[in-house]
T-cell receptor, first 117, second 115 residues
């Protein structure tokens, strides 16, 4: 079974531009979560999508948005890029069958390295 | 909000020896999950081990085991017989039960394995 894939792997943008990152979850997984990873802050949760609906949202400004399609693929968009947005953006997928006993294991993609100049 | 603290930014261990990585967390919930993830240099993050809060027995996966102290809100990872391939950044993570997949991560511990 193919793992989580993210495109593009590397991206260079300038301040003020916008960017869209893509994530394809493991086949059959319905939950997709996004994280921002920086050396200083570690991994911070951006948002989670489940069945095309945002289920959880972290503490990030409205410039960060996302969506999920009917095939569970997800996109993340950052508008008006700032230097501080430079980071590794990780996507993770989970089966998330809604069971109270499910362990919620997440499988991570390789990430998209975004550099804002 | 839940917080996860890893107080050891860097650790080193001799090959074949044992090392313990520390993690504490803060939550008012009683039902949750805890995880240790490993992120090798320039490679994908992978799950090492997980623990359900309602289980008293400590989880074990081959050379990896945890010491879960629910009352103390402590969740340490022990790596036995350390191997060169264990060198990586290790992240402790918390997820509340029944709320979807919002994980809270610690800032990580960089583990070096000395040959």
């Amino acid at each position: 079974k193919a793992g989580v894939t993210q495109t593009p792997r590397y991206l260079i943008k300038t301040r003020g531009q916008q960017v869209t990152l893509s994530c394809s979850p493991i086949s059959g997984h319905r939950s997709v979560s996004w994280y921002q990873q920086t050396p200083g802050q570690g991994l911070q949760f951006l948002f989670e999508y489940f069945s095309e609906t945002q289920r959880n949202k972290g503490n990030f400004p409205g410039r960060f948005s996302g969506r999920q399609f009917s095939n569970s693929r997800s996109e993340m968009n950052v508008s008006t890029l700032e230097l501080g947005d430079s980071a590794l953006y990780l996507c993770a997928s989970s089966l998330s069958i809604g069971s109270a006993t499910f362990d919620g294991e997440q499988f991570f993609g390789p990430g998209t390295r975004l550099t804002v100049l | 909000a839940q917080t996860v603290t890893q107080s050891q930014p860097e650790m080193s261990v001799q090959e074949a020896e044992t090392v313990t990585l520390s993690c504490t967390y803060d939550t008012s919930e009683s039902d949750y999950y805890l995880f240790w993830y490993k992120q090798p240099p320039s490679r994908q993050m992978i799950l090492v081990i997980r623990q359900e809060a309602y289980k008293q027995q400590n989880a074990t996966e081959n050379r990896f085991s945890v010491n879960f102290q629910k009352a103390a809100k402590s969740f340490s990872l022990k790596i036995s017989d350390s191997q060169l391939g264990d060198a990586a950044m290790y992240f402790c993570a918390y997820r509340q039960a029944n709320t979807g997949n919002q994980f809270y991560f610690g800032t990580g511990t960089s583990l070096t394995v000395i040959p």
